[in-house]
């Protein structure tokens, strides 16, 4: 007879996401994800393979969840630089307050992490780098047909830099950073690309 699941694997990885999220891959054993998930290695093995690959679904899901509906969110929303504002916002906020205050970004702790050295994790982040480069992009365009940005600055460039700046948020408040600091620096970096004219 065919062995049956009795567990529900998108309940399983949800958990999975979680202890990655937090702990990191480096120092989450598979131990760790045995006792957080009541599963036994083997259940595991033959649902999502390795750990290594365990991983990579856990990134892949994390994505779905959680960063590209930010980014979808971002993109087509046309009010401009006020959407980039509320944008770093609720990332400061989902950093610096409630159930996942301190955690940082998965994908974010991943660039940072020896995980990165995986070719097959580098070249997730690569894909999410841009994801999150286009949206920034796109929502510039319009604060530039808007007259928003100030004379002379490139909306790609601009997005290039803002996605740098998302990245140290993410990176600063798992180190302990304050709400209000990033706030500060996400207020001044956006009134250096803004026109006086905005102010």
Known sequence: MPDIKHFDPDTVLDTVVRLFWRQGMATTGIQDIVTATGLNRSSL???????QELYLAAL?????????PA????????????AVAEFFDALIGVRCSGEYARWGCMVSNAQAGAENGDPDVRAFLDRHHEELREALHAVLVVADAEGQLALDTDPATAADLLALLAYGVNLRSRAGAEAGSLGAT???ALRSLGSRATE
């Open 45 to 51: 093995y033959a649902t999502f393979g390795g750990k």
């Open 60 to 68: 892949h899901r994390y994505q779905e969840q959680w960063s590209r």
């Open 71 to 82: 980014f979808r969110g971002l993109a087509e929303d046309r009010r401009g630089l006020p």
């Open 186 to 188: 996400v207020t001044a």
